[in-house]
């Protein structure tokens, strides 16, 4: 498709459970960025990954978070052990490159941890 | 601490008049600003940008407004139409970078 793609639109899980969230970004695009909006939030960046060099990760907010980002393309976030918490809608956007860049978004993943 | 700050989370206006939204921030190392829209079930989509050697910034009915001085930028739309209704968060960041903070948000609701 020509935009970003997120998978799964919705996911319910059990607390304790991990859960793994995929984006694909639009092709060409160096840049690839993962956010979180929890409710009433704005977007709370989480992970950046710019072409072969080594992710961004400050945003994590705990180490049950975990991303990567495979050939350069695809990327999967990993939630460990949810909690209550986690729920929040997850976002991911892809850019030409860093910096200055306009980021083009994905529909999002709408978490769900009860 | 929220660096950026959009302070009304809802705003209302009558189609066909200027709609304002407003966006503060913090940090004096912000150079570019951008806004976006998002529809309910989608992905926020990018609307207009300005860097900080501008003060305006026009496309179409939509014009980002930016002081400096003030830390304070704008978006207004004019003239507002029911396809507007959406929620828009402003973006502010260092373009030497790539992180961009983002407020939390203001509903518009144009109505009919």
């Known amino acids: 498709g020509a935009g970003v793609s997120q998978s799964p639109s919705n996911k319910v899980t059990e607390k304790g459970k991990d859960v793994e969230l995929r984006c694909d970004p639009i092709?060409?695009?160096?840049?690839l960025y993962w956010y979180r909006q929890s409710l009433g939030q704005g977007l709370e960046f989480l992970i950046y990954f710019q072409g072969n060099s080594a992710p961004d990760k400050s945003g994590l907010p705990s180490d049950r978070f975990s991303a990567e980002r495979t050939g350069g393309s695809v990327s999967t976030l990993t939630i460990q052990r949810t909690q209550q918490e986690d729920s929040a809608v997850y976002l991911c956007?892809?850019?030409?490159?860093?910096?200055?860049?306009?980021?083009?978004f994905g529909a999002g993943t709408r978490l769900s941890v009860l | 601490d929220q660096q950026v700050k959009q302070n009304s989370p809802s705003l209302s206006v009558q189609e066909g008049r200027i709609s304002i939204l407003n966006c503060d921030y913090t940090n004096s190392m912000f150079d570019y600003f951008l806004w976006y829209k998002k529809y309910p079930a989608e992905g926020p989509t990018f609307l207009i940008s300005?860097?900080?050697?501008?003060d305006k910034n026009e496309d179409g009915r939509f014009t980002v407004f930016l002081n400096k001085s003030a830390k304070h930028l704008s978006l207004h739309i004019v003239p507002s139409q029911p396809g507007d209704s959406a929620v828009y968060f402003c973006?502010?960041?260092?373009?030497?970078?790539?992180?961009?903070?983002f407020g939390t948000g203001t509903r518009l609701k144009v109505l009919a």
């Open positions: 956007a892809s850019s030409l490159a860093g910096g200055g860049n306009i980021q083009y």
């Open positions: 300005i860097s900080s050697i501008k």
């Open positions: 973006a502010a960041g260092d373009s030497g970078t790539y992180k961009y903070i």
């Open positions: 092709s060409g695009h160096t840049a």
